[in-house]
């Protein structure tokens, strides 16, 4: 599967940003879908997941209440609505995919998905 992250971009702290990760193939619902993230000097982190029916989702404590993620499986397509911005959420974010249906302490680790995104700058003004 190849999958193409969009939707980066500069925006103040407080603002908000939709990134979206569309992704080839005919078998995109049977995916779990992640989102992680990668700042300069950092490792990269996990920002949220959803399982195949988008019944499920996992966020990152840092996160949780202000990103929610999404599925389209018709459009083969999954979001990352980003709220109430910060300038520690600046990072190169990165959409992935996982050819299982990951239990939920699954999904936070990034070598359980085998294929990734480009990655999408993400920057946050103070």
């Known amino acids: 599967v190849q999958l193409q992250a969009s939707g980066g971009g500069l925006v103040q702290a407080g603002g908000s940003l939709r990134l979206s990760c569309a992704a080839s193939?005919?078998?995109?619902?049977?995916?779990?879908m992640g989102w992680f993230r990668q700042a300069p000097g950092k490792e990269r982190e996990f920002v949220a997941a959803i399982r195949r029916t988008g019944g499920t989702t996992s966020y990152a404590e840092s996160v949780k209440g202000r990103f929610t993620i999404s599925r389209d499986n018709a459009k083969n397509t999954v979001g990352l609505q980003m709220n109430s911005l910060k300038p520690e959420d600046a990072a190169v974010y990165y959409c992935?995919?996982?050819?299982?249906?990951?239990?939920?302490?699954?999904?936070?680790?990034?070598?359980?998905?085998?294929?990734w995104g480009q990655g999408t700058q993400v920057t946050v003004s103070s």
């Open positions: 193939g005919h078998t995109f619902s049977t995916y779990t």
């Open positions: 992935a995919a996982a050819g299982t249906n990951l239990i939920v302490s699954s999904m936070w680790s990034s070598n359980r998905y085998p294929y």
